[in-house]
């Protein structure tokens, strides 16, 4: 049974909204009537297991980066289109939302872990990089409890999937070749990458936080 009151979805991000609606018009018209959102979610977190042990695989070739791209492909689609799916058949719920948010979470995590134990990124880099998404998360289910709001971080899971796929197209043009080292830590073109990307990612993280808890002083105030 659908839930009455699902909470509002603001999705700052442009391409986000743009790949969104692309795939509700062009793919979604195609997912069999038999299938269920919570059915559409588990492959995308399928899809996202492939991506994640083959990044782990990448140890025995690079090749395996092009299993990685693959299943995050298959994630990014399922990802947009179970909630498609949960709207158009009056399915939505709280254990799928809660599904969905939860697969995001271990995707982005084990995904980075994965990367940061290969011969093609640092771990003392990506362990700065693995809880953000997780962190993140935290702070939309609190959005959702308390505002009945789904605020999307400006920099989200389209984002997020572009640039793990910069960096496994980008290890394997460059082999893992260390480009520089600072304070003993070889950095790689991922580490790069996910350094680089840290920054707005922190940033997002930290405003929404802070944003978060003036709304709910706010609403303590009134």
């Not at 997912?31 to 025995?60: D, E, S, Y």
């Not at 799916?85 to 948010?101: E, H, K, N, W």
């Not at 950095?187 to 940033?203: E, S, T």
């Not at 993280?205 to 002083?217: C, D, G, N, S």
Request: include cysteine; aromatic fraction near 12%; glycine fraction near 8%.
């Amino acid at each position: 049974m659908a839930y009455q009151n699902p909470a509002k979805k603001i999705i700052p991000s442009k391409l986000e909204t743009g790949v969104q609606q692309f795939l509700y018009k062009h793919v979604g018209r195609y997912i069999p009537g038999w299938m269920t959102p919570n059915q559409v979610t588990l492959i995308g977190a399928l899809g996202g297991l492939f991506a994640i042990v083959c990044t782990a695989l990448t140890r025995l070739s690079s090749w395996f980066f092009l299993g990685t791209i693959l299943g995050l492909a298959v994630h990014l689609v399922a990802d947009d289109l179970d909630g498609y799916v949960a709207r158009q058949r009056q399915m939505a719920s709280r254990a799928g939302a809660y599904f969905d948010l939860i697969t995001d979470v271990l995707l982005s995590t084990f995904l980075l872990i994965a990367l940061g134990f290969s011969p093609y990124g640092s771990l003392e880099v990506m362990i700065f990089a693995a809880p953000v998404y997780g962190i993140v998360n935290v702070t939309a289910m609190n959005y959702i409890l308390y505002c009945n709001e789904f605020l999307f971080p400006r920099l989200g899971p389209i984002e997020a999937h572009i640039s793990y796929v910069l960096v496994s197209i980008l290890s394997m043009a460059t082999h893992g070749r260390v480009l520089f080292t600072l304070f003993g830590v070889s950095f790689r073109i991922a580490d790069v990458i996910v350094a680089v990307g840290l920054i707005p990612m922190y940033y997002e993280m930290v405003r929404l936080q802070i944003q978060l808890f003036r709304q709910l002083k706010k609403q303590e105030k009134s």
